[in-house]
């Protein structure tokens, strides 16, 4: 079967580093995406990944290993703001998303 | 970037009845349009995938003849819940893309609450 995992919840001080991990085991792989979910909102699109290695975006960069199946979104300068929930999502063979359950990221003063 | 509106963003409405909910790509022409369903604290749940001018392809233990959506237009996608229940209160978002490649853009949800 298909699986997305990643961390239920994280907590980070204001000001550090934090980085959110996801594993996965999917049909097929056409890409790896970031995606922000404040509560009550719909997700917003941070980062895609399908070569391996670091693409960096201002505060936020995320990682991809194709070989371990496994990727990482880093963020730093955390913000008050950055609270919220981080979805890792692949894209399968067939081009359809498959979704991880989102970590919970509770940034603390 | 890409935009995309869904209306009503809530509405709330009595147990029996239907509620029709739109999805449209405003500056781009969306091939494949996604709906889902999120409950509180829960992940997101794709419910079917719509590819313009064909029937939608339903996830398993999604009804098809309860949820119904129609994807007329390469710019517009309707999710209807049909005989609303107060089990179907949930947060549904829509998405969509233009290339099989491109990421989903999403809708800013519709809060559906079933009295």
């Known amino acids: 079967g298909q699986n997305i995992d990643q961390p239920t919840e994280m907590t980070a001080t204001e000001g550090a580093i934090v980085q959110i991990n996801c594993t996965y085991q999917?049909?097929?792989?056409?890409?790896l995406f970031w995606y922000q979910q404040h509560a009550g909102e719909a997700p917003t699109f941070l980062s895609y990944?399908?070569l391996d290695g670091l693409e960096e975006k201002g505060r936020f960069s995320s990682f991809l290993s194709r070989s371990k199946g496994y990727s990482y979104l880093l963020l730093k300068e955390l913000q008050m703001k950055d609270s919220a929930s981080y979805l890792c999502?692949?894209?399968?063979?067939?081009?359809?998303?498959?979704w991880g359950a989102g970590t919970k990221l509770i940034i603390k003063p | 970037g890409a935009v995309v509106s869904q209306h009503p963003s809530r509405v709330i409405c009595k147990s029996g009845t239907s509620v029709k909910i739109e999805c449209r790509s405003l500056?781009?022409?969306?091939?494949?349009m996604f709906w889902y369903r999120q409950f509180p604290k829960q992940s997101l749940m794709l419910m079917a995938t719509?590819?313009?001018?064909?029937?939608?392809?339903?996830e398993q233990g999604v009804e098809k003849d309860k949820f119904l959506i129609n994807h007329a237009s390469l710019t517009l996608s309707t999710l209807t819940v049909t005989s609303a229940h107060p089990e179907d209160s949930s947060f549904y978002i829509c998405?969509?893309?233009?290339?099989?490649?491109?990421?989903?853009?999403f809708g800013p949800g519709t809060r559906l609450t079933v009295l």
């Open positions: 999917t049909s097929g792989f056409n890409g």
């Open positions: 719509s590819n313009e001018g064909s029937k939608a392809t339903y």
């Open positions: 500056d781009f022409q969306a091939t494949t």
């Open positions: 998405s969509a893309r233009y290339f099989e490649r491109e990421e989903q853009f």
């Open positions: 990944n399908v």
């Open positions: 999502a692949v894209m399968d063979s067939n081009y359809q998303l498959i």
